[in-house]
């Protein structure tokens, strides 16, 4: 029997990847649409090419009545259309009312946000068995960092690393144009919406042995129309003694992304599809390795395969999208203390 599922959210990254990634799901049925607007919740809708029930602030019909119905049994929460810091209050009232929840990344707003969620969730929803909080980070799903890793697995101690992220967001980009992008009300602006994809990339790489326990960095705005900053350069030590880099900027015409793990017997690079082994021999070996679509396809099936196995999927685990948001949050810390160390408090091995 399918799982009844309602998108919460009418926005870009909803109608574009959550909506067909339910639509292809066998254990998913799509029940209803919430969106802060009525037009928005129409033209996913629409997208969808089924006869579904529309939600929406301005409406008659709410968030509170999509979590009244007896035949949704759980929503995933597509943050394009809710402002990060909303998501929490989206988040807790669904789990309140029994179902089970696929939230976006980042996790909260901020650390102190999330750890308070999550604390209330393990100690008040998570004993009762009947709903399960999940969050989303479509990095852990693709497949040129899954491979990567293996690889990375296979060179011995890691050494070393190094992640270099680069674009220039323009202000009649697709994703620029929300309001709460345009002028945020979370911290960090893009650099924390979009960055906490990259520090799940790395935190992936460096697998379950490596992990990260201090850092410094500077931050900077180079593009007025991205505050309050849009790049930031930072030095991460690792519980092994080890340290690397990680570099991140919205708004220059540097060319990323890169991610390089450096191994006892070599390393390796992800830059998009392309995959770089380098062994001390000084042999090269260069795979290009597709990914599907963005990873919100096999995150969203294996959500719902989960659930209808009645299990969690660790990969989705709150835990481990509050060790993505608290890097990035230290980083920005950091930077508005000019270079100021950072001890981190919630990274852990990433046993995924």
Known sequence: MAIGVALI????????????????????????????????????????????ELYSEDSKQGYNEVLGREDVDAVIIAVLRLPIVSQGGYVSAALKAGKHVLSEKPVAESVAEAESLVKWYREDIEPQKKATWSVAENFRYLNSFSYAREKVQGLGKIIGFRVKVYGNIQQDGKFFNTDWRKVPTHQGGFLLDGGVHYTAGLRYLLGPDTFITRLSAFTTLLKEHLPPVDTVDAILKANTGI???????????????????????????????????????????????????????????????????????????PSQALADLE?????????????????????????I
């Open 9 to 52: 959210g009418g926005g870009i990254w909803a109608r574009e990847e959550h909506l067909p990634a339910i639509l292809a799901s066998e254990h998913l049925e799509l029940k209803a649409i919430y969106s802060r607007s009525l037009k928005s919740a129409e033209d996913t809708a629409k997208a969808s090419g089924k006869q579904v």
């Open 243 to 317: 340290q690397g880099t990680f570099q991140l900027s919205n708004g220059t015409t540097l060319v990323g992304p890169e991610w390089t793990i450096g191994c006892e017997n070599g390393s390796v690079s992800v830059e998009n599809s392309k995959i770089t082994v380098r062994t001390l021999d000084g042999k090269e070996d260069v795979q290009i390795i597709e990914d599907e679509r963005t990873g919100v396809p096999p995150e969203v099936r294996q959500w719902g395969e989960a659930l209808a196995a009645g299990k969690v999927n660790p990969k989705q685990s």
């Open 327 to 351: 890097l990035l949050e230290l980083m920005l810390r950091s930077g508005a203390k000019d270079g100021q160390p950072q001890t981190c408090h919630c990274q852990q091995p990433a046993n």
